[in-house]
């Protein structure tokens, strides 16, 4: 039975606890910070927010690496705090999902330290080991360049024990049954407190079988599963997958008949996508489009610029991919794993607000449900002087108090950013807020305009023939239509459309006055260098009812 497909109109906005706001002056944000900005974050016009891992955790991979699955960091307050935050979040409107992560747990959880003390531990099972190291152990591993084996020895339990991830990361083993049981009850748990869903980490690692001589074959069933008993606990609940997987596969996550993830997050997608903004060249972007039209009705892709992760550049072609670094990563100091780039958009985009433009209005007109990630709206930077993926994980820029007006310590858990283009004195939201002509107001208006073109997340789209460096896609749903039009190059363009393939003589811009008329068949529409274009497509009736508004 279908039920509230709500994620597929929504506006979905990551963050951090820990990095968002402080109220106790501890130097680390907590959930009390996160009630009082929910009203900054309800008139953004944000509908759904993703909280990153806030679960007890050592901390050593920012909270992925969890050591008890049914509580709060207490750096970042109690489960009541959670409760709260959730039940004022409801109050103005606004979801809630966290990230599940369970492909692997700390190595400082209780499970794993009970499993290392024993071979006849009930827990011991519960993890994949082995007595020998197994050949092509440093085959597989996730961040190349920091993580030089899959396999590694423990002294205690006197074997070696497996991880996709870091060495302190050590890999649950999901066939077993008693470990499906337990992640059942995790999402029963998170649930009756108040949650809206799941985005699943690493969902490939969770459902490939594990072991030493085991071949990873992934066992799309355990989604089935998962969606099974999340339906019966919360009807509107959603399951959101982080899997960077080929096209081919894309079925298999979301299931024949939609009956397995909700939701996925387009990678192939998101790489062609910047591939395009590097080389001016849509045409692999829309082979990416084509590559991934195929979807259930109940299904939406999740359609992102940049994550908390590094941006994965690894589907790219090598000369795709030395494309982008050239243009958006050329110190290798930017780039990442040898894959991916580390730094956040705006400095990618060297600040120019044009682009930055092009580039959100892309997210918001792309197929699927955009993702937006804290202080992107803002167009906060990086600091390149942290390890890794810190670096654009660093404090919410409130504004030019002291420590971005994230905390009154003297010290905050990671440094907020002072020097430079991106400092939090020259970017953070309490100015941007008076300047109606900033990104934070610009990124208001479109998302309230996003809201407004439920073409865009129920309809179907087509690509429309024009130049390389334009993207053209119209949308059709319900007998409604609008065509977006991109010009990804530093160069005017001229587009020439015919009017059959636009659907109508009237196009009615919905940000400016410059509507288009078709003569002699044809829409010619004037672009400028990282110019878009939002059109209703309709007739003159249309257009005078838009001007007696």
């Known amino acids: 039975m279908i039920h509230d497909l709500w994620y597929k109109n929504a506006v979905i906005y990551c963050l951090h606890v820990g990095t968002f706001m402080d109220t106790n002056g501890d130097g680390i944000g907590d959930f009390q910070g996160l009630m009082r900005r929910l009203d900054y974050l309800a008139g953004l016009g944000i509908t759904c927010?993703?909280?990153?891992?806030?679960?007890?955790?050592?901390?050593?991979?920012?909270?992925?690496?969890?050591?008890?699955?049914?509580?709060?960091?207490?750096?970042?307050?109690?489960?009541?705090?959670?409760?709260?935050?959730?039940?004022?979040?409801?109050?103005?409107?606004?979801?809630?999902?966290?990230?599940?992560?369970?492909?692997?747990?700390?190595?400082?959880?209780?499970?794993?330290?009970?499993?290392?003390?024993?071979?006849?531990?009930?827990?011991?099972?519960?993890?994949?080991?082995?007595?020998?190291?197994?050949?092509?152990?440093?085959?597989?591993?996730?961040?190349?360049?920091?993580?030089?084996?899959?396999?590694?020895?423990?002294?205690?339990?006197?074997?070696?024990?497996?991880?996709?991830?870091?060495?302190?990361?050590?890999?649950?083993?999901?066939?077993?049954?008693?470990?499906?049981?337990?992640?059942?009850?995790?999402?029963?748990?998170?649930?009756?407190?108040?949650?809206?869903?799941?985005?699943?980490?690493?969902?490939?690692?969770?459902?490939?079988?594990k072991g030493a001589g085991v071949k990873p074959v992934e066992q799309y069933g355990m989604l089935r599963d998962l969606r099974e008993f999340l339906q019966?606990?919360?009807?509107?609940?959603?399951?959101?997958?982080?899997?960077?997987?080929?096209?081919?596969?894309?079925?298999?996550?979301?299931?024949?008949?939609?009956?397995r993830m909700h939701m996925m997050f387009n990678f192939q997608v998101n790489q062609h996508l910047f591939y395009a903004l590097a080389a001016s060249d849509t045409r692999p972007l829309v082979k990416a489009l084509e590559a991934t039209r195929d979807r259930p009705g109940t299904a939406q892709w999740g359609v992102f610029l940049r994550n908390h992760d590094e941006l994965d550049l690894g589907r790219l072609k090598p000369e795709q991919r030395e494309r982008v670094f050239r243009e958006f990563a050329p110190d290798p100091d930017m780039q990442l794993y040898e894959r991916g780039i580390r730094r956040r958009l705006a400095p990618m985009l060297s600040g120019d607000r044009r682009r930055l433009e092009l580039a959100y209005s892309l997210l918001f007109t792309l197929p699927g449900t955009p993702v937006i990630r804290y202080g992107d709206e803002l167009g906060m930077g990086d600091d390149l002087?942290?390890?890794?993926?810190?670096?654009?994980?660093?404090?919410?820029?409130?504004?030019?108090?002291?420590?971005?007006?994230?905390?009154?310590?003297?010290?905050?858990?990671?440094?907020?950013?002072?020097?430079?283009?991106?400092?939090?004195?020259?970017?953070?939201?309490?100015?941007?807020?008076?300047?109606?002509?900033?990104?934070?107001?610009?990124?208001?208006?479109?998302?309230?305009?996003?809201?407004?073109?439920?073409?865009?997340?129920?309809?179907?789209?087509?690509?429309?023939?024009?130049?390389?460096?334009?993207?053209?896609?119209?949308?059709?749903?319900?007998?409604?239509?609008?065509?977006?039009?991109?010009?990804?190059?530093?160069?005017?363009?001229?587009?020439?459309?015919?009017?059959?393939?636009?659907?109508?003589?009237?196009?009615?811009?919905?940000?400016?006055a410059d509507h288009s008329s078709a003569r002699k068949g044809h829409h010619e529409i004037e672009l400028d260098p990282y110019a878009y274009r939002w059109y209703r497509v309709g007739g003159l009736d249309y257009i005078l009812r838009r001007r007696s508004w």
């Open 49 to 209: 927010l993703w909280l990153m891992p806030f679960q007890r955790s050592p901390n050593r991979d920012d909270g992925y690496d969890v050591s008890d699955h049914y509580t709060v960091d207490p750096r970042y307050g109690s489960l009541g705090d959670f409760v709260a935050f959730t039940h004022a979040a409801e109050q103005r409107g606004l979801r809630v999902i966290i990230d599940l992560v369970v492909n692997h747990t700390s190595d400082q959880h209780p499970w794993f330290q009970d499993a290392r003390r024993s071979a006849s531990s009930p827990f011991r099972s519960w993890y994949v080991w082995s007595r020998r190291k197994p050949p092509r152990a440093d085959e597989g591993v996730v961040f190349p360049g920091v993580q030089k084996t899959t396999w590694t020895w423990d002294e205690r339990a006197r074997a070696y024990y497996f991880h996709r991830f870091y060495d302190f990361q050590p890999d649950l083993d999901t066939a077993n049954p008693e470990v499906q049981e337990e992640i059942r009850k995790i999402v029963g748990f998170w649930l009756e407190l108040g949650v809206s869903g799941f985005r699943v980490d690493a969902v490939p690692f969770v459902i490939a079988t």
């Open 385 to 512: 002087r942290l390890p890794e993926r810190n670096c654009a994980r660093t404090p919410m820029q409130w504004s030019t108090l002291p420590n971005a007006g994230f905390s009154r310590a003297a010290r905050t858990a990671l440094p907020v950013i002072a020097e430079g283009p991106f400092q939090f004195q020259r970017v953070n939201a309490a100015d941007q807020r008076r300047d109606p002509e900033s990104l934070l107001n610009w990124t208001e208006r479109i998302i309230r305009m996003r809201k407004e073109c439920p073409e865009i997340a129920w309809g179907d789209f087509t690509v429309l023939p024009t130049q390389p460096e334009v993207l053209a896609l119209r949308y059709d749903w319900r007998n409604n239509a609008m065509l977006v039009l991109h010009n990804l190059s530093g160069k005017p363009a001229s587009v020439r459309l015919r009017a059959r393939d636009v659907g109508d003589d009237r196009l009615v811009s919905l940000f400016t």
């Open 232 to 259: 019966w606990r919360s009807r509107d609940a959603i399951l959101l997958a982080e899997a960077n997987v080929l096209p081919r596969t894309d079925l298999e996550y979301f299931g024949d008949d939609g009956d």
